[in-house]
């Protein structure tokens, strides 16, 4: 009897705290990202795990006792567009944080605006340096992996590996430059006697690649490395296997099931290193990967986690920190860690960058997961191996202007 009573006083609370939740104003958070156009998939992958997670959380009663909601704006993968879009997720709609995932010459834009709304950006994704380098601020987190950890984990991997002759060729944008110049110097770190056989930078939404490979075809490149991702990426790939380059092709985006249907067997052989892939054996990683799926009857592929894992690491923080406050959040999520289902996530207090394991995978042909080509995990590179110091990559302490 005594049990019993113990057990129903529980369910009171349980109930209790829901319908607070319920009748509590709910608690927006934006999202800043791509909505249409070609890059409309990556948009909706990141959309799927922000969804999901911000079910999980309302389900279990809300985050502070309040439910959230999502204020969703499309940038069109256009900065000057989403530097509108920021300014009335936070002036009209009075978000707390604005999360975004695409494109790092949109991401090094709210970089740069966000300190004058005193809110919280969460770049769940984009690459490139700057959002916690040479344009931090208190007010920027990067939940994910940056191009250094990318670079440093293909880096690792290729060490270890026979190919010595390498092409580089990326978008010609802040990320693609970024791409070319840290990862000759980290190859040349791990492999000095790696060979850059040629390096070239494109326009985005390049839709013949036949010139380009025509020089990797002459360079004698035993493998190519891209940031490309997107309509380019595929493009790219796809065109080298017809034209007849068969060395593989590695890159930061690559591990895309988006575009990996579409590439088919000419993705066969190309490799990724990423912050998580399906099928890493571990008890948490398999428990995470088939929850996600029965909920949503999608596998949860990079770009999805990302969004997934920077919600939960948000609410986690504005727990510990027991308010919504821009200044209290902050001070939580410094050095805050999270224990996730790829490992652990550290969001290091000097540049709000998060530092977590990386794990690199190679197409070798069809999974339980999907009926096309996708990565099978073949390597694993802690995260101590790949962190850096952000001096090093431009970073300074803000100076509030």
Not at 388 to 399: T, V
Request: charged content about 20%.
């Amino acid at each position: 009897m005594k049990k019993l009573c113990v057990a129903f006083a529980v369910v009171l609370v349980l109930v209790a705290a829901m319908c607070e939740a319920q009748s509590a104003p709910p608690v927006k958070l934006g999202y800043n990202d791509v909505r249409s156009g070609p890059f409309k998939t990556n948009g909706d992958m990141a959309l799927l795990g922000l969804e999901t997670a911000i079910k999980d959380i309302n389900r279990s009663g809300g985050l502070l006792g309040r439910q959230i909601q999502l204020v969703i704006e499309d940038n069109q993968m256009n900065p000057e567009i989403a530097v509108q879009k920021l300014k009335k997720l936070i002036l009209e709609d009075k978000v707390e944080a604005v999360f975004h995932q695409s494109s790092s010459t949109v991401a090094l834009a709210i970089a740069q605006t966000i300190p004058r709304y005193k809110k919280l950006y969460l770049c769940i994704g984009a690459g490139t340096m700057g959002p916690t380098a040479e344009n931090f601020s208190p007010y920027v987190f990067r939940t994910t992996g940056n191009v250094v950890e990318y670079l440093k984990g293909h880096a690792a991997y290729f060490a270890k590996e026979k190919y010595r002759k390498v092409y580089l060729i990326n978008f010609d944008n802040a990320l693609g430059h970024d791409v070319a110049k840290y990862y000759e110097a980290f190859i040349k770190r791990v492999a000095p006697d790696v060979q850059i056989v040629g390096t070239e930078f494109h326009p985005v939404f390049t839709k013949d690649f036949a010139p380009y490979i025509t020089k990797i075809k002459s360079s004698g490149a035993d493998y190519i490395f891209t940031c490309d991702w997107g309509t380019d990426l595929i493009q790219l790939v796809k065109q080298a296997r017809a034209l007849g380059v068969t060395a593989p092709v590695a890159g930061i985006f690559l591990a895309d099931a988006n575009g990996l249907p579409v590439m088919g067997d000419s993705a066969i052989g190309s490799v990724a290193a990423t912050f998580m892939l399906l099928g890493i054996n571990t008890p948490k990683a398999k428990q995470f990967e088939e929850a996600f799926y029965k909920e949503t009857k999608t596998w949860p592929v990079e770009q999805i986690y990302q969004g997934y894992s920077g919600m939960m690491i948000y609410a986690a923080a504005v727990k510990k920190a027991g308010s919504f406050d821009t200044q209290k959040v902050i001070k939580a999520m410094e050095g805050f860690e999270w224990d996730g289902p790829y490992g652990k996530v550290l969001i290091r207090a000097q540049d709000h960058q998060a530092i977590l394991p990386l794990y690199v995978g190679k197409v070798e042909g069809k999974t339980k997961y999907f009926d096309f080509p996708y990565f099978t995990p073949v390597m694993t590179v802690p995260a101590k191996q790949i962190e850096y110091k952000p001096e090093d990559y431009g970073w300074k302490p803000y100076k509030e202007r």
